[in-house]
């Protein structure tokens, strides 16, 4: 009885210390490694999504400091300039391989802090690009509109842009939110998918949700799902229909992490006060029901609604941004704020 006794104090005293330690460990949380530094030129950046040797390898958790060039390669600074001088649209910093990452995980991309990396930002008009232009699968008769460019003093301690007129003596101050027109990972399949398209993968979305206090999700397709980011925007316009934002380099620090074993067939936004969830295909109203669906998807599994009650509720209180309808896919971003759902499970 007496040894009996000794062994279940030993046991409990083991098991009294394996627990203090776990709980100390949680109270005083290891060091974090350094930020992950990076300096994007015109030499190093890429011009298409896809599975290529990374310029830096991110742990989990791990925060990266970086930079990125405007969606013309910084070429475009006086009048004068055109956009011949461009070599090539939507340059893009990366890939970051993030170790651990696997296809069937998802990657978490939180944005901590983006600033304006200059003075100026370009807006500019190219023919067969745009919206409300004849294009070679949107046919008109009557010529082409003409390329113009615009570029937008900014002012950091307003934290504005202006807008000055052409054609006129006109301006006018535009607030400035930074985000990345253009953050995404390699596509299924070791497809290399152009900086100009968004699709399952992210890519070319001008999301205005890429922006500081929100975090983004992805697919995971690839080993280390390979992170590019670029095309930064200090503001830009509901459709982005001339084809353009203010376009601005960018001082950028986000911080990546790897969900295990949880796959997500789109890109998602989060933050404090809402649930997003993307579609990015053509016609537009596909882009709309990908977009829902997904976010009924996400309500049904994470919050515990029927599919049938979230399709509901989303048709009384969902949102849609149209962030764009000038690339080869359209973009819906679907949301509903976290205040109208059930606790998360």
């Known amino acids: 009885m007496k040894n009996r006794l000794q ?37 190093n950046v ?72 200059g003075d100026q930002g ?10 409300l232009n004849s294009t070679n699968y949107t046919a008109m008769l009557g010529p082409a509109l003409p390329e113009k460019i615009w570029f937008y003093p900014i002012d950091h301690a307003t934290n504005t842009a202006t807008f000055k007129a052409l054609d006129s003596n006109f301006s006018v101050k535009i607030p400035l939110h930074p985000f990345f027109g253009c953050i995404g990972v390699a596509p299924a399949g070791g497809e290399a998918r152009s900086s100009i398209v968004p699709a399952e993968f992210g890519g070319n979305m001008d999301a205005p949700e890429a922006s500081v ?5 992805f697919p995971v397709n690839a080993p280390g799902a390979l ?9 830009m316009g509901d459709g982005e229909v001339d084809g353009t934002a203010i376009e601005v380099p960018l001082r950028a620090r986000f911080q990546v992490s790897v969900i295990k074993g ?68 359209y973009v819906v971003v679907a949301s509903i704020d976290k205040k109208y759902l059930p606790a998360r499970k």
């Open 7 to 43: 062994k279940h104090l030993l046991v409990a005293c083991s098991t009294s210390l394996t627990l203090a330690a776990a709980l100390a460990a949680q109270a005083s949380p290891k060091l974090a490694a350094a930020p992950v530094q990076y300096h994007a030129t015109i030499q």
């Open 46 to 117: 890429k011009y298409v999504y896809a599975t290529a040797e990374p310029i830096a390898h991110i742990p989990s958790g791990g925060i990266v400091e970086t930079n990125t060039l405007d969606a013309f390669g910084n070429v475009l600074r006086k009048p004068g300039d055109t956009l011949s001088m461009v070599k090539g649209d939507n340059p893009l910093t990366g890939p970051f391989f993030v170790d651990g990452a696997e296809p069937g995980d998802t990657l978490a991309v939180k944005i901590l802090d983006l600033q304006v990396d």
């Open 122 to 131: 370009v807006g500019a008009f190219e023919p067969g690009f745009g919206a």
């Open 213 to 217: 206090g929100n975090t983004v999700y």
């Open 227 to 235: 992170l590019y980011i670029g095309d930064g925007h200090a503001a």
């Open 262 to 329: 949880q796959k997500i067939n789109w890109p998602r936004f989060e933050n404090d006060h809402a649930i997003m969830a993307v579609g990015a295909y053509r016609p537009l109203d596909d882009s709309l029901r990908i977009a829902f669906t997904e976010l009924v998807g996400w309500i049904h599994r994470d919050y515990g609604l029927s599919e049938m009650d979230a399709y509901e509720l989303l048709s009384k209180v969902g949102r849609i941004d149209l962030t764009e309808m000038v690339d080869p896919n």
